[in-house]
Protein backbone atom coordinates (compact mmCIF):
# COMPACT_ATOMS: atom_id res chain seq x y z
CA UNK A 1 0.00 0.00 0.00
CA UNK A 2 1.59 3.37 -1.23
CA UNK A 3 1.75 6.52 1.88
CA UNK A 4 3.16 9.02 -0.66
CA UNK A 5 2.66 9.64 -4.08
CA UNK A 6 5.76 8.39 -5.97
CA UNK A 7 7.67 10.18 -8.76
CA UNK A 8 5.76 9.23 -11.75
CA UNK A 9 7.82 6.72 -14.46
CA UNK A 10 8.78 8.77 -17.68
CA UNK A 11 8.92 6.65 -20.57
CA UNK A 12 11.54 7.64 -23.15
CA UNK A 13 9.67 6.41 -25.92
CA UNK A 14 6.34 7.57 -24.88
CA UNK A 15 7.18 10.07 -21.97
CA UNK A 16 3.40 10.84 -21.36
CA UNK A 17 2.26 7.35 -21.38
CA UNK A 18 2.12 7.30 -17.09
CA UNK A 19 0.46 11.11 -17.50
CA UNK A 20 -3.28 10.86 -16.03
CA UNK A 21 -3.62 13.77 -16.10
CA UNK A 22 -4.57 14.37 -19.79
CA UNK A 23 -1.30 17.25 -20.34
CA UNK A 24 -0.21 16.00 -23.68
CA UNK A 25 -1.41 18.51 -26.07
CA UNK A 26 0.05 21.27 -23.75
CA UNK A 27 3.54 20.06 -23.78
CA UNK A 28 2.51 20.47 -28.01
CA UNK A 29 1.28 23.90 -27.59
CA UNK A 30 4.77 24.72 -25.87
CA UNK A 31 6.64 22.79 -28.09
CA UNK A 32 5.63 24.63 -31.28
CA UNK A 33 6.19 28.21 -29.47
CA UNK A 34 9.59 27.21 -28.55
CA UNK A 35 10.72 25.45 -32.24
CA UNK A 36 8.88 29.03 -33.87
CA UNK A 37 10.97 31.46 -31.52
CA UNK A 38 14.38 29.78 -31.98
CA UNK A 39 16.17 32.43 -31.50
CA UNK A 40 15.69 32.44 -27.81
CA UNK A 41 13.59 34.10 -24.85
CA UNK A 42 12.58 33.31 -21.93
CA UNK A 43 9.37 31.50 -20.97
CA UNK A 44 7.67 30.90 -17.53
CA UNK A 45 5.37 28.09 -16.56
CA UNK A 46 3.50 29.59 -13.70
CA UNK A 47 1.32 27.09 -11.53
CA UNK A 48 1.00 27.15 -8.18
CA UNK A 49 3.08 24.92 -5.62
CA UNK A 50 1.60 21.27 -5.86
CA UNK A 51 0.04 21.45 -9.25
CA UNK A 52 2.69 19.09 -10.80
CA UNK A 53 4.51 21.12 -12.52
CA UNK A 54 8.23 19.40 -12.15
CA UNK A 55 6.21 16.55 -13.64
CA UNK A 56 5.25 17.97 -16.72
CA UNK A 57 8.39 20.02 -17.37
CA UNK A 58 9.80 16.28 -16.89
CA UNK A 59 7.68 15.14 -19.16
CA UNK A 60 7.83 17.40 -21.65
CA UNK A 61 11.93 17.58 -21.30
CA UNK A 62 11.93 13.58 -22.90
CA UNK A 63 9.53 14.51 -25.25
CA UNK A 64 11.15 17.18 -26.51
CA UNK A 65 14.79 15.31 -26.28
CA UNK A 66 12.63 12.50 -28.61
CA UNK A 67 12.76 15.47 -31.32
CA UNK A 68 15.95 16.60 -31.57
CA UNK A 69 16.22 19.48 -28.74
CA UNK A 70 18.95 19.63 -26.75
CA UNK A 71 18.17 20.30 -23.09
CA UNK A 72 19.32 20.66 -19.56
CA UNK A 73 16.94 20.18 -16.27
CA UNK A 74 18.12 22.25 -13.26
CA UNK A 75 16.83 21.98 -9.77
CA UNK A 76 17.60 25.59 -8.71
CA UNK A 77 16.32 24.19 -5.09
CA UNK A 78 19.01 21.47 -5.09
CA UNK A 79 21.66 23.80 -6.09
CA UNK A 80 21.43 27.33 -3.89
CA UNK A 81 23.86 25.86 -1.57
CA UNK A 82 26.45 27.30 -3.85
CA UNK A 83 26.57 31.51 -3.56
CA UNK A 84 27.12 31.95 -7.51
CA UNK A 85 24.46 30.85 -9.74
CA UNK A 86 26.92 31.66 -12.89
CA UNK A 87 29.31 27.87 -11.57
CA UNK A 88 25.90 25.87 -11.20
CA UNK A 89 24.63 27.09 -14.91
CA UNK A 90 28.08 26.51 -16.36
CA UNK A 91 28.04 23.33 -14.86
CA UNK A 92 25.05 22.36 -16.74
CA UNK A 93 26.07 23.68 -19.82
CA UNK A 94 29.60 21.87 -19.34
CA UNK A 95 27.34 18.05 -20.18
CA UNK A 96 26.83 19.46 -23.88
CA UNK A 97 30.37 19.40 -24.34
CA UNK A 98 31.73 17.18 -27.48
CA UNK A 99 34.86 17.31 -29.83
CA UNK A 100 33.39 19.42 -31.97
CA UNK A 101 32.41 22.39 -28.98
CA UNK A 102 34.97 21.34 -26.76
CA UNK A 103 37.57 24.55 -27.56
CA UNK A 104 34.69 27.14 -27.70
CA UNK A 105 33.37 25.80 -24.42
CA UNK A 106 37.12 26.50 -22.83
CA UNK A 107 36.74 29.89 -24.17
CA UNK A 108 33.50 30.50 -22.08
CA UNK A 109 34.48 29.16 -19.24
CA UNK A 110 37.55 31.62 -19.44
CA UNK A 111 35.61 34.30 -20.06
CA UNK A 112 32.98 33.56 -17.15
CA UNK A 113 35.87 33.12 -15.15
CA UNK A 114 36.37 36.93 -15.02
CA UNK A 115 32.65 37.21 -14.13
CA UNK A 116 32.71 34.84 -11.41
CA UNK A 117 35.64 36.72 -9.53
CA UNK A 118 34.79 38.73 -6.82
CA UNK A 119 37.36 41.78 -7.60
CA UNK A 120 36.46 44.35 -5.65
CA UNK A 121 36.81 43.63 -2.49
CA UNK A 122 40.21 41.45 -2.48
CA UNK A 123 41.89 44.49 -4.46
CA UNK A 124 40.21 47.36 -1.74
CA UNK A 125 42.18 45.00 1.18
CA UNK A 126 45.20 45.03 -0.65
CA UNK A 127 44.83 48.87 -1.77
CA UNK A 128 44.23 49.65 2.02
CA UNK A 129 46.93 47.70 3.32
CA UNK A 130 49.33 49.17 0.61
CA UNK A 131 48.49 52.63 2.06
CA UNK A 132 47.62 52.52 5.92
CA UNK A 133 50.14 53.94 8.16
CA UNK A 134 50.84 52.77 11.57
CA UNK A 135 49.12 54.49 15.02
CA UNK A 136 52.00 55.70 15.92
CA UNK A 137 52.63 57.37 12.36
CA UNK A 138 51.82 61.03 11.87
CA UNK A 139 48.41 62.23 11.68
CA UNK A 140 49.00 64.28 7.85
CA UNK A 141 50.87 61.93 6.55
CA UNK A 142 47.47 58.90 6.80
CA UNK A 143 45.04 61.54 5.75
CA UNK A 144 47.24 61.97 2.79
CA UNK A 145 48.24 58.06 1.99
CA UNK A 146 44.34 57.34 2.98
CA UNK A 147 43.42 60.10 0.27
CA UNK A 148 45.86 57.91 -2.44
CA UNK A 149 44.05 54.95 -1.59
CA UNK A 150 40.70 56.41 -2.29
CA UNK A 151 41.63 57.45 -5.41
CA UNK A 152 43.55 54.31 -6.41
CA UNK A 153 40.62 52.28 -5.29
CA UNK A 154 38.56 54.47 -7.56
CA UNK A 155 40.52 53.85 -10.34
CA UNK A 156 40.43 50.47 -10.59
CA UNK A 157 37.21 50.23 -9.87
CA UNK A 158 36.44 52.21 -12.72
CA UNK A 159 38.92 49.89 -14.55
CA UNK A 160 36.73 46.77 -13.31
CA UNK A 161 33.92 48.04 -14.35
CA UNK A 162 34.58 48.32 -18.07
CA UNK A 163 36.62 45.57 -17.99
CA UNK A 164 33.88 43.73 -16.56
CA UNK A 165 31.05 44.96 -18.91
CA UNK A 166 33.43 44.15 -22.00
CA UNK A 167 33.92 40.62 -20.59
CA UNK A 168 29.99 40.38 -20.40
CA UNK A 169 29.75 40.83 -24.42
CA UNK A 170 32.64 38.65 -25.37
CA UNK A 171 31.20 35.90 -22.45
CA UNK A 172 27.68 36.17 -24.60
CA UNK A 173 29.26 36.46 -27.92
CA UNK A 174 31.35 32.79 -27.00
CA UNK A 175 28.27 31.07 -25.64
CA UNK A 176 26.17 32.10 -28.53
CA UNK A 177 29.34 29.92 -31.02
CA UNK A 178 29.00 27.28 -28.15
CA UNK A 179 25.21 27.04 -29.02
CA UNK A 180 25.35 26.95 -32.68
CA UNK A 181 28.10 24.58 -32.90
CA UNK A 182 26.37 22.09 -31.70
CA UNK A 183 24.95 21.56 -35.55
CA UNK A 184 21.49 21.84 -34.27
CA UNK A 185 18.81 23.94 -35.78
CA UNK A 186 16.64 23.52 -32.83
CA UNK A 187 17.03 25.84 -30.02
CA UNK A 188 18.70 24.67 -26.51
CA UNK A 189 15.80 24.42 -23.97
CA UNK A 190 17.48 25.52 -20.45
CA UNK A 191 14.59 24.68 -18.03
CA UNK A 192 14.66 26.17 -14.29
CA UNK A 193 12.84 24.28 -11.85
CA UNK A 194 11.93 25.22 -8.21
CA UNK A 195 13.27 28.99 -8.08
CA UNK A 196 10.51 29.74 -6.21
CA UNK A 197 11.70 27.35 -3.10
CA UNK A 198 15.37 28.97 -3.53
CA UNK A 199 17.10 31.09 -1.02
CA UNK A 200 15.61 34.63 -2.21
CA UNK A 201 18.96 35.70 -2.62
CA UNK A 202 20.17 33.17 -5.25
CA UNK A 203 16.70 33.57 -7.00
CA UNK A 204 17.34 36.74 -7.84
CA UNK A 205 20.49 36.30 -8.83
CA UNK A 206 19.10 33.57 -11.37
CA UNK A 207 17.05 35.74 -13.13
CA UNK A 208 19.69 38.32 -13.37
CA UNK A 209 22.03 36.74 -14.49
CA UNK A 210 20.24 34.80 -17.50
CA UNK A 211 19.16 38.31 -18.42
CA UNK A 212 22.77 40.17 -18.67
CA UNK A 213 25.25 36.84 -19.32
CA UNK A 214 22.88 34.00 -20.83
CA UNK A 215 20.79 36.04 -23.09
CA UNK A 216 21.81 34.93 -26.53
CA UNK A 217 20.37 33.46 -29.71
CA UNK A 218 19.72 30.20 -29.61
CA UNK A 219 18.75 29.48 -25.94
CA UNK A 220 15.18 29.12 -24.51
CA UNK A 221 14.92 29.50 -20.62
CA UNK A 222 11.74 27.94 -19.26
CA UNK A 223 11.34 29.19 -15.58
CA UNK A 224 9.49 26.76 -13.94
CA UNK A 225 7.92 28.53 -10.78
CA UNK A 226 5.10 29.79 -8.74
CA UNK A 227 5.20 33.81 -9.38
CA UNK A 228 3.19 34.57 -5.49
CA UNK A 229 6.29 32.56 -3.90
CA UNK A 230 8.79 34.01 -6.23
CA UNK A 231 7.33 37.50 -5.55
CA UNK A 232 7.51 37.35 -1.72
CA UNK A 233 11.30 36.39 -2.64
CA UNK A 234 12.01 39.60 -4.55
CA UNK A 235 10.24 41.76 -1.84
CA UNK A 236 12.02 39.99 0.70
CA UNK A 237 15.61 40.63 -1.22
CA UNK A 238 14.72 43.96 -1.72
CA UNK A 239 13.01 44.94 1.90
CA UNK A 240 10.12 46.18 0.53
CA UNK A 241 6.58 45.29 0.11
CA UNK A 242 5.62 47.87 -1.86
CA UNK A 243 7.87 46.93 -5.24
CA UNK A 244 5.53 45.76 -7.86
CA UNK A 245 6.92 41.95 -8.53
CA UNK A 246 4.68 41.71 -11.26
CA UNK A 247 6.62 44.24 -13.64
CA UNK A 248 9.86 43.64 -11.86
CA UNK A 249 9.43 40.08 -13.03
CA UNK A 250 8.51 41.23 -16.94
CA UNK A 251 11.83 42.61 -17.27
CA UNK A 252 12.93 38.73 -17.53
CA UNK A 253 9.75 36.79 -18.58
CA UNK A 254 9.11 37.36 -22.44
CA UNK A 255 6.05 34.57 -22.34
CA UNK A 256 3.82 33.58 -19.59
CA UNK A 257 2.12 29.92 -19.58
CA UNK A 258 -0.27 28.41 -17.35
CA UNK A 259 -0.58 24.47 -17.26
CA UNK A 260 -5.13 24.14 -17.50
CA UNK A 261 -5.51 22.12 -13.86
CA UNK A 262 -7.63 18.70 -14.34
CA UNK A 263 -11.29 18.18 -13.02
CA UNK A 264 -11.40 17.36 -9.37
CA UNK A 265 -13.76 14.76 -10.25
CA UNK A 266 -11.20 13.52 -12.94
CA UNK A 267 -8.52 13.61 -10.39
CA UNK A 268 -9.94 12.40 -7.65
CA UNK A 269 -10.34 8.89 -9.66
CA UNK A 270 -7.17 8.66 -10.58
CA UNK A 271 -5.92 8.88 -6.66
CA UNK A 272 -8.74 6.85 -6.30
CA UNK A 273 -7.08 4.11 -7.97
CA UNK A 274 -3.53 5.50 -7.54
CA UNK A 275 -3.92 4.16 -3.96
CA UNK A 276 -5.43 1.11 -4.50
CA UNK A 277 -9.17 2.60 -1.89
CA UNK A 278 -10.56 -1.02 -4.20
CA UNK A 279 -8.18 -2.95 -1.86
CA UNK A 280 -10.92 -1.88 1.06
CA UNK A 281 -13.92 -0.99 -0.34
CA UNK A 282 -14.31 -4.29 -2.61
CA UNK A 283 -12.46 -6.36 -0.24
CA UNK A 284 -14.90 -9.95 -0.59
CA UNK A 285 -14.92 -9.95 3.44
CA UNK A 286 -16.77 -6.70 3.24
CA UNK A 287 -18.47 -7.15 0.77
CA UNK A 288 -20.09 -9.95 2.04
CA UNK A 289 -22.41 -7.24 4.58
CA UNK A 290 -25.12 -5.54 2.13
CA UNK A 291 -24.85 -2.17 3.87
CA UNK A 292 -20.89 -1.51 2.56
CA UNK A 293 -21.64 -2.12 -1.07
CA UNK A 294 -22.02 1.40 -1.75
CA UNK A 295 -19.26 2.41 0.55
CA UNK A 296 -17.16 3.33 -2.79
CA UNK A 297 -19.35 5.18 -4.56
CA UNK A 298 -20.70 7.63 -1.95
CA UNK A 299 -16.46 8.45 -0.71
CA UNK A 300 -15.81 9.51 -4.67
CA UNK A 301 -19.45 11.70 -4.44
CA UNK A 302 -18.47 13.19 -0.95
CA UNK A 303 -14.38 13.58 -1.93
CA UNK A 304 -15.30 15.54 -5.22
CA UNK A 305 -17.52 17.88 -3.15
CA UNK A 306 -15.44 18.94 -0.43
CA UNK A 307 -12.36 19.00 -2.79
CA UNK A 308 -14.47 21.35 -5.36
CA UNK A 309 -15.37 23.42 -2.15
CA UNK A 310 -12.22 24.85 -1.35
CA UNK A 311 -10.17 24.40 -4.89
CA UNK A 312 -6.98 22.59 -3.24
CA UNK A 313 -3.98 22.19 -4.79
CA UNK A 314 -3.54 18.73 -6.04
CA UNK A 315 -0.78 18.03 -3.48
CA UNK A 316 -3.02 18.80 -1.02
CA UNK A 317 -5.48 16.66 -2.64
CA UNK A 318 -2.70 13.87 -2.75
CA UNK A 319 -2.02 14.12 1.02
CA UNK A 320 -5.80 14.17 2.38
CA UNK A 321 -5.97 10.89 0.23
CA UNK A 322 -3.20 8.97 1.58
CA UNK A 323 -3.87 10.10 4.92
CA UNK A 324 -7.82 8.57 4.40
CA UNK A 325 -6.29 5.27 3.07
CA UNK A 326 -3.76 5.08 5.78
CA UNK A 327 -6.85 5.48 8.61
CA UNK A 328 -8.92 2.71 6.68
CA UNK A 329 -6.55 0.10 7.57
CA UNK A 330 -7.15 0.86 11.39
CA UNK A 331 -11.04 -1.07 10.24
CA UNK A 332 -12.47 -4.23 10.13
CA UNK A 333 -14.02 -6.08 7.16
CA UNK A 334 -17.00 -6.00 9.24
CA UNK A 335 -16.83 -2.57 10.76
CA UNK A 336 -18.84 0.44 9.90
CA UNK A 337 -16.49 2.95 8.28
CA UNK A 338 -19.40 5.81 7.42
CA UNK A 339 -17.29 6.79 4.35
CA UNK A 340 -19.42 10.41 4.18
CA UNK A 341 -18.40 11.19 7.65
CA UNK A 342 -14.94 9.90 8.00
CA UNK A 343 -13.71 11.88 4.68
CA UNK A 344 -15.84 14.73 5.68
CA UNK A 345 -13.66 14.68 9.25
CA UNK A 346 -10.21 14.31 7.35
CA UNK A 347 -10.76 17.35 5.20
CA UNK A 348 -11.66 19.25 8.51
CA UNK A 349 -9.09 18.39 10.21
CA UNK A 350 -7.03 19.23 7.03
CA UNK A 351 -7.90 22.58 5.88
CA UNK A 352 -10.07 23.43 9.02
CA UNK A 353 -8.18 22.16 12.32
CA UNK A 354 -9.58 24.36 14.86
CA UNK A 355 -13.12 23.33 13.84
CA UNK A 356 -11.22 19.27 14.01
CA UNK A 357 -10.42 20.14 17.87
CA UNK A 358 -14.10 21.65 18.69
CA UNK A 359 -15.60 18.82 17.65
CA UNK A 360 -13.40 16.54 19.09
CA UNK A 361 -13.38 17.82 22.46
CA UNK A 362 -17.55 18.28 22.21
CA UNK A 363 -17.77 22.57 22.20
CA UNK A 364 -20.19 22.83 19.66
CA UNK A 365 -24.14 22.95 20.24
CA UNK A 366 -25.90 21.27 17.54
CA UNK A 367 -27.11 24.12 15.86
CA UNK A 368 -23.79 25.39 16.18
CA UNK A 369 -22.09 22.18 14.49
CA UNK A 370 -24.69 22.18 11.68
CA UNK A 371 -24.85 25.48 10.56
CA UNK A 372 -20.98 24.81 9.65
CA UNK A 373 -21.32 21.47 8.38
CA UNK A 374 -23.90 23.23 6.21
CA UNK A 375 -21.00 25.60 5.34
CA UNK A 376 -18.88 23.18 3.95
CA UNK A 377 -21.20 21.53 1.69
CA UNK A 378 -23.48 24.45 0.59
CA UNK A 379 -21.25 25.65 -2.01
CA UNK A 380 -21.11 22.79 -3.76
CA UNK A 381 -24.77 21.73 -3.84
CA UNK A 382 -25.02 21.92 -7.64
CA UNK A 383 -22.01 18.92 -7.50
CA UNK A 384 -24.33 17.06 -5.25
CA UNK A 385 -27.05 15.62 -7.32
CA UNK A 386 -26.13 11.81 -6.76
CA UNK A 387 -25.24 12.12 -2.85
CA UNK A 388 -28.37 12.97 -0.42
CA UNK A 389 -26.54 15.98 1.51
CA UNK A 390 -29.43 15.95 4.25
CA UNK A 391 -28.46 12.74 5.16
CA UNK A 392 -24.76 13.95 5.75
CA UNK A 393 -25.86 16.04 7.54
CA UNK A 394 -28.45 14.14 9.75
CA UNK A 395 -25.80 11.41 10.27
CA UNK A 396 -23.05 13.86 11.23
CA UNK A 397 -25.36 15.81 13.95
CA UNK A 398 -26.63 12.18 14.75
CA UNK A 399 -23.36 10.59 15.65
CA UNK A 400 -21.99 13.88 17.35
CA UNK A 401 -24.90 13.35 19.60
CA UNK A 402 -24.17 10.32 20.68
CA UNK A 403 -20.84 11.18 22.14
CA UNK A 404 -21.06 10.69 25.92
CA UNK A 405 -19.37 14.40 26.44
CA UNK A 406 -22.67 16.10 25.09
CA UNK A 407 -25.17 14.38 27.22
CA UNK A 408 -27.18 13.05 24.11
CA UNK A 409 -29.54 16.35 23.73
CA UNK A 410 -32.91 15.91 22.37
CA UNK A 411 -31.95 15.33 19.08
CA UNK A 412 -35.61 14.13 17.81
CA UNK A 413 -38.66 15.35 19.78
CA UNK A 414 -41.92 13.02 19.91
CA UNK A 415 -45.15 15.02 19.04
CA UNK A 416 -48.20 14.45 20.98
CA UNK A 417 -49.34 13.08 17.98
CA UNK A 418 -46.89 10.47 17.89
CA UNK A 419 -45.20 11.88 14.87
CA UNK A 420 -41.47 13.44 15.28
CA UNK A 421 -39.68 16.98 14.45
CA UNK A 422 -36.35 18.41 15.47
CA UNK A 423 -35.57 21.93 16.99
CA UNK A 424 -32.42 22.11 14.71
CA UNK A 425 -32.30 24.59 12.00
CA UNK A 426 -31.38 22.93 8.55
CA UNK A 427 -29.76 25.45 6.01
CA UNK A 428 -29.14 22.40 3.61
CA UNK A 429 -32.92 21.01 3.49
CA UNK A 430 -36.31 21.61 4.97
CA UNK A 431 -37.01 20.79 9.41
CA UNK A 432 -39.09 17.97 7.88
CA UNK A 433 -36.63 16.54 5.09
CA UNK A 434 -34.17 16.47 8.55
CA UNK A 435 -36.30 14.80 10.72
CA UNK A 436 -36.75 12.46 8.36
CA UNK A 437 -33.55 10.90 7.83
CA UNK A 438 -32.83 11.65 11.61
CA UNK A 439 -35.95 9.15 12.37
CA UNK A 440 -34.74 6.75 9.44
CA UNK A 441 -30.53 6.61 11.24
CA UNK A 442 -32.34 6.08 14.79
CA UNK A 443 -33.52 2.57 13.11
CA UNK A 444 -29.84 1.93 11.95
CA UNK A 445 -28.12 -1.18 13.33
CA UNK A 446 -25.02 1.70 14.39
CA UNK A 447 -27.66 3.92 15.88
CA UNK A 448 -25.75 3.64 18.88
CA UNK A 449 -22.29 4.29 17.84
CA UNK A 450 -20.84 7.92 18.41
CA UNK A 451 -18.49 10.50 16.26
CA UNK A 452 -15.34 9.34 19.06
CA UNK A 453 -15.18 5.82 17.09
CA UNK A 454 -14.51 7.65 14.09
CA UNK A 455 -12.14 10.61 15.61
CA UNK A 456 -9.84 7.85 17.57
CA UNK A 457 -9.07 5.83 13.84
CA UNK A 458 -8.58 9.62 12.43
CA UNK A 459 -6.04 10.68 14.91
CA UNK A 460 -4.16 6.99 14.81
CA UNK A 461 -4.93 5.93 17.72
CA UNK A 462 -6.29 2.38 17.16
CA UNK A 463 -3.87 -0.13 15.70
CA UNK A 464 -3.77 -0.86 12.23
CA UNK A 465 -4.06 -3.76 9.72
CA UNK A 466 -2.08 -4.46 6.91
CA UNK A 467 -3.54 -7.60 5.75
Same mark, same amino acid.
Given at each position: ?????????????????????????????????????????????????????????????????????????????????????????????????????????????EKGAVLVKN????????????????????????????????????????? *? #? /????? =???? $?? %?? +???????? &????????????????????????????????????????????????????????????????????????? *? #? /????? =???? $?? %?? +???????? &???????????????????????????????????????????????LILCSFESN??????????????????????????????????????????????????????????????????????????????????????????????????????????????????????????????????LFT
Amino acid at each position: MKIKHQEIEISKENPFANCKLGREPFAKILSDIVNTYADGFVLAINNEWGTGKTTFVKMWQQQLNSKGFQTIYFNAWENDFDSNPLVALMSELQTLTNSKNKKVFKSVIEKGAVLVKNIVPTLTKSLIKKYVVDLDEIAIDAIENSTKASTEILEEKIK *E #Y /SSKKK =TIVE $FR %KE +LGKFVKQA &DNSKPLIFIIDELDRCRPNYAVEVLEQIKHFFSVKGIVFVLSIDKKHLGASIKGVYGSEEINTEEYLRRFIDL *E #Y /SIPIP =TTAD $FV %KY +LFEYYNFS &DFFSNPLRLKFQQFRKDSDVFLRISEILLTKNNLTLRQQERIFAMTRLILCSFESNQFAFPLILFLLIYIKFVHNDFFNQIEKNELNLQDLNNSIAELILQNIHNSKKLNVSYVEALFLWLYNNNEQNGQSEILILNDDGSFSTSIQSKISDSKELTKNLVSISNQEFADLDLSFLIKKINLTEPLLFT
